[in-house]
């Protein structure tokens, strides 16, 4: 029975005739042996193709009609549909994601998010966010006694953290470093865990090994890292039918869980992340600008710089609350808001540096 993957992926640019939509698509069957390592491949032709082409202009044209109807400044829209089929008429499994890039006054924002199912369900879980503070400009000033309110890192940001934490630890001297520390424990109650590239109904990667999640922290403390295999951490190779060659995947997906907490109602929000700035650096700090609002005036804005090592910010953490969310950008994060500590106390701990961009 062949096996075939597919992959359509869609771009939407809004123009003065109205939205532009270019779809491109790629199927191919691929080739195991014995052991399930994945051989070759060959690009084929099918009506699954037809099929998904026609759901993502749908997905985008959806996307730019809510989106757009609640935001000014919509820039452009991509979503993609993967599908994994066991033959070509039965679907496995599948997952999408759309990217919506939106000018704000405080600078490009990108509303982004994946899962399974029916590609539209992403439409509704980006455009049914509280997207209101994106339309209007920020203001100069924050409120007074910002500095030494509880920080809310809305999913958008907190998933920025969360991939800077699984990079620290997953980057060859981080793996080093987690091996030295396994079983200790240097954060609060979180457990960050690693997702395997393959869906539901695959137990092996394309390298033939066994895909399952891998725990990268657990309640707060560091788990010994797995070996990789060929430059690919455990069960996360994904065959390139270009390169003819398994790879790591080209986005990581990780998911976030902790103990709740209970939502400060003095707390500053950080609610988006301005887009078009480094966020990752060399150093292994990450600096995020985030569009922020206090909690009981939620109509007063401003642009929070926050910079510093994501472990060390996670240390900081109050627990999580709010629903569960999947963020799509660099990395596909599924995480609750995160409660953290004040401006004052990150700084004071020498954690953080956390300015406003006026």
């Known amino acids: ?39 070759g491949s060959v690009r084929v032709d099918g009506p699954a193709a037809d099929a998904a082409a026609k759901h ?41 994601d759309l990217l919506a890039r939106v000018e704000t006054a405080a600078g490009p924002v990108v509303l982004g998010t994946a899962g399974p199912g029916a590609p539209l369900e992403l439409v509704s879980a980006v455009a049914g966010q509280d997207l ?6 920020p203001a100069a000033e924050p409120p007074a ?13 907190a998933a920025v953290l969360v991939a800077g934490a699984a990079f620290s630890l997953s980057s060859r001297k981080g793996r080093r470093s987690a091996a030295q520390l396994a079983g200790r424990r240097v954060l609060p109650a979180l457990t960050i865990r690693d997702l395997p590239a393959v869906p539901a109904g695959y137990d092996r990667d394309d390298l033939g090994d066994p895909a399952e999640a891998s725990t990268l922290v657990d309640a707060g403390r560091i788990c010994p890292p797995g070996r990789w295999r060929d430059g690919v951490p455990p069960g996360r190779a994904v065959w390139d039918h270009d390169a003819a060659a398994c790879g790591p995947p080209p986005v990581v997906r ?13 707390a500053i929000e950080l609610q988006w992340c301005v887009e078009g700035l480094q966020r990752y650096h060399g150093d292994g700090t990450i600096r995020v600008h985030c569009v922020a609002r206090p909690m009981d005036r939620p109509e007063e804005s ?57």
């Open 145 to 157: 006694g910002w500095r030494d309110r509880p920080l809310i890192l809305r999913p958008a940001p």
């Open 302 to 358: 401003f642009v929070v710089v926050l910079h510093g090592k994501p472990i060390h910010l996670l240390r900081h953490a109050r627990g999580l609350t709010g629903p569960r969310t999947a963020v799509y950008g660099d990395s596909d994060v599924t995480t609750r808001s995160l409660v953290l500590a004040s401006a004052a106390e990150l700084e004071g701990a020498g954690h953080a540096v956390v300015t406003v961009n006026s």
């Open 254 to 266: 990780l998911e976030l869980d902790g103990a709740d907490a209970v939502a400060p109602p003095n």
């Open 1 to 39: 029975m062949p096996e075939l993957r597919l992959r359509a992926s869609g771009l939407l640019t809004p123009t003065s005739a109205g939205p532009r939509v270019t779809v491109s698509l790629d199927l191919v069957q691929l080739r195991r042996d014995a052991s399930g390592r994945v051989l």
């Open 56 to 96: 993502v202009a749908l997905l985008l044209t959806e996307a730019t009609a809510r989106i757009g109807g609640a935001l000014d400044g919509l820039q452009s829209a991509v979503a993609t549909i993967h599908e994994w089929r066991a033959d070509a008429d039965l679907p496995v499994s599948g997952r999408s």
């Open 132 to 137: 209101a503070v994106l339309a209007h400009p």
